[in-house]
């Protein structure tokens, strides 16, 4: 069994995760500490690098990390790396982007989410990247009840649907943290 520390405060992420790996010969661990990095990284990939590195030096273990984020074309991909940050609570980020939207009509409302991935050893050096990637657009209303984040916004066109009305099981086929952590954990697979 191959142990690593997923570096992350957020229950919904190791949840998501845990679902995605199932069946796989990988264990995935939060950190017990309290674990609050600086992100100042330019892009998600620097962010998700703090974060994996963080995890290592406080752990000494394999460690994981992610930094996602919606990215809108019509606000100039914000909110981008400042997704968790856009304000307060989860509703009153959504909020502010249906505000931001209000006079977009639908066909500019293209978006995507994005997770980027990195891998490091138990000293901080980097093993392995992914990206990943989904692509939509934002509703002027919240619609579901699954999922996190902007996930009751994003409509997932082939579906018709936004993140949070398609079931767990159908968003953690097409996410885009299914899509940089499935190469991931083929990569873990087969290297560690």
Not at 127 to 140: A, P, Q, V, W
Not at 143 to 155: A, H, R, V
Request: charged share 30%; aromatic share 8%; with cysteine.
């Amino acid at each position: 069994m191959i142990k690593i520390i997923l570096a992350t405060s957020n229950p919904h992420k190791l949840e998501e995760i845990n679902a995605i790996n199932k069946n796989k010969n990988i264990v995935f661990y939060v950190i017990k500490e309290d674990f609050n990095p600086v992100e100042n990284g330019k892009t998600f990939e620097e962010n998700a690098l703090i974060k994996a590195r963080e995890a290592a030096k406080i752990t000494g273990e394999y460690c994981l990390a992610d930094d996602s984020g919606l990215c809108i074309d019509a606000l100039e991909g914000a909110p981008g790396l400042f997704s968790a940050r856009y304000a307060p609570t989860p509703a009153e980020r959504i909020n502010r982007v249906i505000k931001e939207l209000n006079a977009v009509p639908y066909e500019y409302r293209t978006a995507h989410f994005n997770c980027s991935m990195v891998l490091v050893d138990k000293n901080g050096e980097i093993l392995h990247k992914e990206t990943g990637k989904i692509f939509g657009y934002i509703d002027d209303s919240p619609k579901g009840q699954n999922g996190f984040g902007y996930d009751p916004i994003f409509i997932v066109p082939e579906y018709e649907k936004t993140m949070a009305e398609l079931s767990e099981e159908k968003k953690n086929e097409i996410s885009h943290r299914a899509n940089a952590l499935n190469p991931m954990l083929k990569w873990i697979e087969e290297n560690l």
